[in-house]
């Protein structure tokens, strides 16, 4: 069975476009990763500064080791970015 990441995401005042450009730049390393089912980036009609990126994976311990493959200094570039700290969560299918 997959496994769904939930990752939300807040821009700092007057940096919404920037970080929506970063996450979009970062979708395809995830969508190549080995255990990447999907990636799809969502933005926030109600508040433009959020986001919310769906991830699916094979597994967890997939989506764990993906984060190898988005170079650290990738990584530090979202930090100034940011109003907030990321969250992130993982869910599965309910199924009938």
């Known amino acids: 069975m997959s496994v ?10 007057g940096k919404a ?8 730049s970062i979708v395809p390393l995830i ?6 089912v999907s990636c799809q980036l969502l933005h926030n ?3 433009p500064t959020k986001f919310v990126m769906i991830e699916v994976w094979e597994s967890v311990e997939a989506h764990r080791a993906s984060v190898k493959n ?9 930090r100034p970015l ?3 700290a990321p ?3 993982y869910y599965t299918e309910v199924a009938d």
């Not at 476009?17 to 979009?24: G, N, P, R, S």
């Not at 988005?70 to 979202?78: G, K, M, N, R, V």
């Open 4 to 13: 769904i990441r939930m990752g939300e995401m807040q821009a700092a005042e």
């Open 17 to 24: 476009d920037e970080l929506q450009t970063f996450l979009l």
């Open 31 to 36: 969508s190549g990763s080995d255990g990447s």
């Open 45 to 47: 009609q109600d508040d």
């Open 70 to 78: 988005i170079p650290p200094t990738l990584l530090a570039a979202i």
């Open 82 to 84: 940011l109003g907030a």
């Open 87 to 89: 969250s992130g969560s």
